[in-house]
């Protein structure tokens, strides 16, 4: 019988200010996303220093909320906090869904363009017949040449930008892996969500891995950072091209001050 977990998540994303803010734009998709291995029993979204003006469900179906920030805010917050029911089915999603069609996930996007330096890890791959081997392949082929290594990327790093440098975290891995996923032929798409670690409730922060496109199993999650495909230890959060599409919080803020982010993230199995 499939394992399934009960897991309880609260993420907070604070932005402090040295001098009240002029005005803020986030887009937030912190609400996961309901699917036939993941249930969601409870899920709430509160902020401080900012209201709601609209949300909406995006091409990929994520949930978004366009969040302004109060005039004259020193502080901007998001808190979501929830449970999600997961079941383990060794990666394997189903078949494609929602509005964006399945030759989108071919494309190639700034982040995820695969150049000479994804050409040449394609070229050390085993070359196994079965399109699911050659995948896994991969993902082990990304963990052993962008090693993780937090601090050292930036949000704007490219799938060449990581090889490059031989380092990253796991959303450089995960560009990787798609950048090189689409170069096979194979349409491949970028995640993020949670990940409960089995040596600690409190997390450095959101975890992000990939899914590929397979003709007989359909959407097929791979993650080069723990070298497995997700389980039920593993929320989705949001899907799109790259991290620019699944971010869980982006946008732009104006302050004549300095500003500080801390990011606080828990996942604990109930």
Not at 84 to 94: H, I, K, M, N, Q
Not at 99 to 116: H, S, V
Not at 126 to 144: F, P, T
Request: hydrophobic share 40%; with cysteine.
């Amino acid at each position: 019988m499939p394992e399934t977990l009960r897991l309880r998540v609260r993420h907070v994303t604070t932005y402090d200010y040295s001098e009240p803010l002029a005005w803020g734009l986030l887009r937030l998709r912190l609400r996961p996303k309901p699917h036939r291995l993941q249930r969601i029993l409870s899920w709430d979204l509160r902020l401080e220093g900012a209201r709601i003006e609209v949300s909406w469900e995006d091409h990929h179906r994520n949930a978004v909320d366009l969040v302004s920030a109060e005039r004259g805010a020193t502080r901007l917050s998001a808190t979501c906090e929830g449970e999600v029911e997961v079941t383990d089915a060794a990666g394997v999603l189903g078949p494609h869904g929602g509005f964006a069609p399945l030759w989108l996930f071919e494309r190639q996007t700034p982040l995820t363009a695969a150049g000479p330096q994804c050409r040449r890890l394609l070229a050390r791959l085993r070359g196994e017949a079965d399109l699911l081997l050659r995948l896994h392949d991969l993902k082990n082929a990304v963990a052993d040449a962008v090693r993780w290594s937090p601090g050292v990327s930036g949000v704007g790093w490219t799938a060449e930008d990581a090889l490059a440098e031989g380092r990253g975290v796991c959303q450089d891995q995960a560009h990787v892996f798609v950048a090189c996923a689409r170069a096979m032929g194979v349409p491949a798409r970028y995640v993020s969500g949670y990940l409960l670690m089995p040596d600690r409730d409190v997390q450095e922060a959101s975890h992000a891995w990939a899914e590929a496109w397979l003709p007989d199993l359909g959407w097929v999650g791979f993650d080069p950072a723990n070298r497995i495909s997700p389980d039920a230890r593993y929320v989705r959060l949001a899907t799109g091209l790259d991290y620019a599409e699944a971010a869980p919080v982006s946008g732009t803020r104006h302050a004549a001050g300095e500003e500080r982010l801390s990011v606080h993230v828990e996942v604990q199995a109930q």
